[in-house]
């Protein structure tokens, strides 16, 4: 084999495995130190892509998760003020049966009139103070159709939409929404007359307390949905991004390992240009 002073190959090539091994070290070390398996786009151009993505549709799910709870607190809120509503009618209707016996004099029916007019008054009070973080849920004025949409997914156009509807006793201050509350009890025709009235406005608030009810359930299959699917997606991004400490520790120990070794043959490669020289000098 030729011995060449000004060439020393084996100390190239122990240069040359000692850098990749720092450079194998320094990868291990810093996907240990992270816990993150792709640091840089340049660990992993693919996967840093799908990732991205992941994230965002994981933040857009944790966000349609806040909108899932804020829109069953609003229906919730809405569906308690109807079930007062609720009581308050089913009183009046006990009123109205009462007035309409010939027993009473018109000094009852009188008092009795004006117990009607305090609850007409508390609906109507219920209809226009009902609120939810600010916005007003059954006097008419959130929307022209009063038609709530909750955004409900993380991309555009998964939303569901909600009619609350209005709650007036006669009619409301905007000329929409009535339960039609405008007749008496001072008479027995007119107390007769007054419970088919009641018995519509209670039909019109079961109706709408159904279709909370059912908005209710719907908003709980969404909610679980969207924490499943938010959960599934959570551990996809993790086997793309995370760092296998396992492999990684094994990795740093035989970076160390050929650094160590490259290192070492470093020296002996430049000890044998020493050998060399001391031959000449002999």
Avoid: C
């Avoid at 308690?80 to 009852?108: F, K, P």
């Avoid at 019109?204 to 969404?222: E, F, K, M």
């Amino acid at each position: 084999m030729a011995m060449s002073i000004n060439t020393n190959a084996g100390a190239e090539f122990s240069a040359l495995a000692a850098a990749r091994a720092a450079d194998m070290m320094d990868t291990a070390m810093i996907r240990l130190s992270s816990g993150k398996r792709i640091n840089s786009a340049k660990d992993d151009a693919a996967g840093i892509q799908v990732a991205i993505r992941m994230e965002a549709e994981i933040n857009g799910l944790a966000a349609s998760t806040r909108n899932a709870n804020d829109a069953q607190a609003a229906v919730d809120t809405a569906e308690g003020a109807l079930g007062e509503v609720h009581t308050l009618l089913l009183r009046m209707r006990e009123i109205a049966v009462a007035a309409a016996n010939d027993t009473n004099t018109d000094a009852d029916r009188d008092s009795l009139q004006i117990e009607v007019g305090a609850l007409e008054t508390e609906i109507t009070r219920i209809g226009s103070s009902t609120t939810w973080g600010g916005i007003n849920l059954l006097d008419g004025s959130f929307s022209k159709a009063s038609e709530i949409k909750f955004q409900l997914g993380p991309n555009n156009g998964n939303f569901i939409e909600v009619t609350l509807g209005y709650v007036h006793a006669t009619v409301a201050a905007s000329g929409q929404g009535t339960l039609g509350l405008t007749g008496a009890v001072t008479t027995q025709t007119a107390a007769g007359n007054y419970i088919s009235t009641i018995d519509a406005a209670i039909s019109i608030i079961s109706t709408r307390r159904g279709a909370l009810g059912a908005v209710s359930n719907r908003l709980d299959s969404t909610l679980a949905n969207l924490e499943n699917m938010r959960a599934n997606l959570v551990a996809a991004r993790g086997a793309v991004v995370d760092a296998d400490f396992a492999e990684e520790t094994a990795r740093l120990a035989r970076a160390q390992i050929l650094l160590q070794a490259a290192t070492a043959m470093l020296s002996q490669a430049n000890a044998s240009k020493s050998q060399m020289l001391a031959l000449i000098n002999s």
